[in-house]
């Protein structure tokens, strides 16, 4: 099973940006879905996650109102639409997919694949 993440680049403070999360092996559906980010010296921070059904999303508290989780069944993708970027929001973003459902939907334990990593710049 791989996963993929990418669509990273750089923006302007203000601007917008969507990541994709593709997988292969195995169909994304079978996957809770969850968006990370991390800064250099710091640990992953939740971003984002959805169901396997993709009706239930969770929204980190930090980009609550500014981005969003969806994912394309057909593409066996899922997406995270970022909006009103930020400087804060500089990080390496990475996707994530746990089999089973998570205790903690937060916790980066509960998630069996990463994707590689997208690197994401905002600027001032």
């Known amino acids: 099973v791989q996963r993929q993440a990418f669509g990273g680049g750089l923006v302007q403070a203000g601007g917008s940006l969507r990541l994709s999360c593709a997988a292969s092996g195995r169909t994304i559906n079978s996957y809770i879905v969850a968006w990370f980010r991390q800064t250099p010296g710091k640990g992953r921070e939740f971003v984002a996650a959805s169901g396997r059904d993709g009706g239930s999303t969770y929204i980190g508290a930090s980009v609550k109102g500014r981005f969003t989780i969806s994912r394309d069944s057909a593409k066996n993708t899922v997406y995270l639409q970022m909006s009103s970027l930020k400087p804060e929001d500089t990080a390496v973003y990475y996707c994530?997919?746990?089999?089973?459902?998570?205790?903690?939907?937060?916790?980066?334990?509960?998630?069996?694949?990463w994707g590689q990593g997208t690197l994401v710049t905002v600027s001032s």
């Open positions: 994530a997919g746990a089999v089973r459902v998570p205790s903690s939907i937060t916790a980066t334990r509960e998630y069996d694949y």
